[in-house]
C-alpha cells in the first residue's frame, strides 16, 4: 500500500488564490439574470376575470353576446379562482422582487471584493 505526502494546507490556500486571480470575473449566468424579469413582473402580476369583449362587425357582436351570457353564469366560479390566482402571483412578486435585490446585492458585493483585492494587495 503505497503511503500519500501529507496535505500542506499553506499550498492549497496558494493554488486556490492564484486560480482565483487567474480566473477573472464572475462568469454570466443567463438563466438566473433576474433582472431580465422585471419588465414582465409588472405586466403578469393581475389576472382578469373578465377581460373587455370587443365586437367590431355583427359576427364579433354576436359572440360579445354569447361571452358575456357565459360570464354571467360562470362569475361565482371563475371569480374566487381569480382571486387566488391574484394572490399567488402577488406573492410570487414578492419573492421575485426580493431575489432580485439580493441578486444585485450579491453582484455589487462581488465586485467590491474583486476591486478590493486587485487594489489592497502588491
Known amino acids: ?36 424579469l422585471v419588465p414582465v413582473l409588472v405586466e403578469a402580476v393581475r389576472v382578469e376575470s373578465s377581460p373587455p369583449l370587443l ?15 357565459i360570464r354571467r353564469v360562470t362569475r361565482h366560479g371563475v371569480e374566487p379562482a381569480v382571486a387566488v390566482q391574484n394572490e399567488v402571483n402577488a406573492r410570487v412578486k414578492r419573492v421575485l422582487d426580493r431575489l432580485i435585490a439580493g ?4 453582484h455589487a458585493e462581488v465586485a467590491r471584493l474583486q476591486a478590493e483585492g486587485r487594489h489592497g494587495r502588491t
Open 103 to 106: 441578486d444585485a446585492a450579491l
Open 1 to 36: 500500500m503505497a503511503q500519500s505526502s501529507p496535505l500542506v494546507v499553506t499550498e492549497i490556500q496558494a493554488e486556490i488564490e492564484r486560480r482565483a486571480r487567474l480566473a477573472g470575473t464572475e462568469p454570466p449566468f443567463y438563466q438566473l439574470d433576474l433582472r431580465r
Open 55 to 69: 365586437g367590431r362587425n355583427l359576427y364579433e357582436r354576436l359572440w360579445v353576446m354569447i361571452n358575456r351570457a
